[in-house]
């Protein structure tokens, strides 16, 4: 997978763990050509708390490179980035000898063998991206229809949609239940299934992935996820938080709500579908906003002046908060957001009631609730 980054590089002075490796312990080393880059640095790359951090380098001589070291707790999804071409490989590293083949320019089709978590996660993609096109070409119809108000198709398209979404769902966790053993479906659980499926379903997967990979930091993020679910569990108490206020700039709790049935809600300024779900929430907030209803957003941003910018234009008048910290606000583990359509109910005694709901399960939960009987 390729795409383009700007970041800046934060080097782990020790590299590795071990790249001072015993000699009895398993070592990996990575060779790579890569066609159109004659000369330069290759960075090796991994997240570390939400951030990508560069862990060793290597010059480019005669467009070939080598990397050594040893991975104590197995396979792990690494990055090769290219500050020359702004540009990214991603594959899983793991204690094996891997040959990478790729062109500068098309590094997503990168040939890469010795890495046998690589290719199940590349089977695993083939066969995903069946159901991503045709999730795509729904989505260009659906705004094909929108765009010439052709409103008789919308049902159909969104069914079709639906259809889709749930048969890709159950070759998800069937992917992962089958290949308990494997890396690649560990991480395709962590960084996919888990927001898919429910409380239960999570418990019993991790449990699986606990007894047959329990050094994996995937497994621990596995656990993570499990307990934030656990925390923010319906009937549970919500987490309570103080964040800045972006208009008016000063902090308010989560508990200052109390009294209040309260929509929380996350989002992204930059991005267009959270926009677009802010305007269904103005209409609730227009409708109940004096009946002891408050809607309490948290946007993922590091910018203060656009997430002004967008609330006034948009004219979002609820309760605005953000730590401007982005994606690694902590903010976000605590009630392990994990995609914009993240959101929760509570009650007037900070009870959650319901969370993740759709639209219309909202709006009924909302009209039953204000509606006198």
């Given at each position: 997978?390729?795409?383009?980054?700007?970041?800046?590089?934060?080097?782990?002075?020790?590299?590795?763990?071990?790249?001072?490796?015993?000699?009895?312990?398993?070592?990996?080393?990575?060779?790579?050509?890569?066609?159109?880059?004659?000369?330069?640095?290759?960075?090796?790359?991994?997240?570390?708390?939400?951030?990508?951090?560069?862990?060793?380098?290597?010059?480019?001589?005669?467009?070939?490179?080598?990397?050594?070291?040893?991975?104590?707790?197995?396979?792990?999804?690494?990055?090769?980035?290219?500050?020359?071409?702004?540009?990214?490989?991603?594959?899983?590293?793991?204690?094996?000898?891997?040959?990478?083949?790729?062109?500068?320019?098309?590094?997503?089709?990168?040939?890469?063998?010795?890495?046998?978590?690589?290719?199940?996660?590349?089977?695993?993609?083939?066969?995903?991206?069946?159901?991503?096109?045709?999730?795509?070409?729904?989505?260009?119809?659906?705004?094909?229809?929108?765009?010439?108000?052709?409103?008789?198709?919308?049902?159909?398209?969104?069914?079709?949609?639906?259809?889709?979404?749930?048969?890709?769902?159950?070759?998800?966790?069937?992917?992962?239940?089958?290949?308990?053993?494997?890396?690649?479906?560990?991480?395709?659980?962590?960084?996919?299934?888990?927001?898919?499926?429910?409380?239960?379903?999570?418990?019993?997967?991790?449990?699986?992935?606990?007894?047959?990979?329990?050094?994996?930091?995937y497994t621990k993020?596995?656990?993570?996820?499990?307990?934030?679910?656990?925390?923010?569990?319906?009937?549970?108490?919500?987490?309570?938080?103080?964040?800045?206020?972006?208009?008016?700039?000063?902090?308010?709790?989560?508990?200052d709500f109390t009294?209040?049935?309260?929509?929380?809600?996350?989002?992204?300024?930059?991005?267009?579908?959270?926009?677009?779900?802010?305007?269904?929430?103005?209409?609730?907030?227009?409708?109940?906003?004096?009946?002891?209803?408050?809607?309490?957003?948290?946007?993922?941003?590091?910018?203060?002046?656009?997430?002004?910018?967008?609330?006034?234009?948009?004219?979002?008048?609820?309760?605005?908060?953000?730590?401007?910290?982005?994606?690694?606000?902590?903010?976000?583990?605590?009630?392990?957001?994990?995609?914009?359509?993240?959101?929760?109910?509570?009650?007037?005694?900070?009870?959650i009631l319901d969370?993740?709901?759709?639209?219309?399960?909202?709006?009924?939960?909302?009209?039953?609730?204000?509606?006198?009987?």
């Amino acid at each position: 997978m390729v795409q383009k980054f700007v970041y800046y590089l934060f080097i782990i002075p020790l590299f590795f763990y071990s790249c001072k490796a015993k000699k009895d312990e398993p070592k990996f080393e990575l060779n790579a050509y890569i066609t159109g880059m004659f000369a330069g640095t290759a960075y090796l790359s991994k997240y570390v708390d939400g951030q990508l951090i560069v862990v060793d380098s290597a010059e480019i001589r005669k467009f070939k490179f080598k990397f050594k070291g040893h991975l104590p707790n197995g396979p792990e999804m690494y990055y090769i980035r290219f500050l020359e071409t702004e540009t990214v490989m991603e594959f899983f590293l793991e204690n094996s000898k891997i040959q990478i083949d790729a062109d500068i320019l098309k590094l997503k089709n990168a040939k890469i063998k010795g890495s046998k978590s690589q290719k199940e996660y590349q089977d695993f993609l083939d066969n995903n991206a069946a159901f991503e096109n045709k999730q795509k070409d729904l989505y260009r119809q659906f705004k094909l229809a929108e765009l010439n108000k052709d409103t008789s198709l919308f049902a159909q398209y969104e069914a079709d949609y639906s259809a889709v979404f749930t048969e890709q769902t159950e070759f998800i966790k069937q992917f992962v239940n089958q290949n308990t053993e494997s890396v690649a479906a560990l991480f395709v659980a962590t960084r996919s299934l888990a927001s898919l499926i429910s409380d239960e379903e999570l418990e019993q997967i991790t449990e699986k992935f606990n007894t047959s990979q329990p050094r994996s930091v995937y497994t621990k993020e596995l656990n993570n996820q499990l307990f934030a679910r656990k925390r923010t569990a319906i009937n549970q108490l919500a987490p309570d938080f103080k964040l800045p206020n972006i208009t008016k700039e000063n902090p308010v709790a989560l508990k200052d709500f109390t009294g209040k049935t309260v929509l929380l809600t996350f989002w992204m300024p930059k991005v267009g579908d959270s926009r677009a779900q802010n305007k269904f929430y103005k209409t609730l907030y227009k409708k109940y906003k004096g009946k002891d209803f408050q809607i309490v957003s948290v946007a993922f941003s590091t910018d203060k002046n656009y997430c002004k910018t967008v609330i006034s234009a948009d004219s979002l008048n609820w309760v605005q908060l953000s730590d401007f910290k982005g994606i690694n606000s902590p903010i976000r583990q605590l009630y392990d957001v994990r995609s914009l359509n993240n959101s929760f109910l509570i009650d007037k005694s900070g009870i959650i009631l319901d969370k993740n709901f759709t639209n219309k399960k909202l709006e009924d939960y909302l009209e039953n609730m204000f509606t006198p009987q």
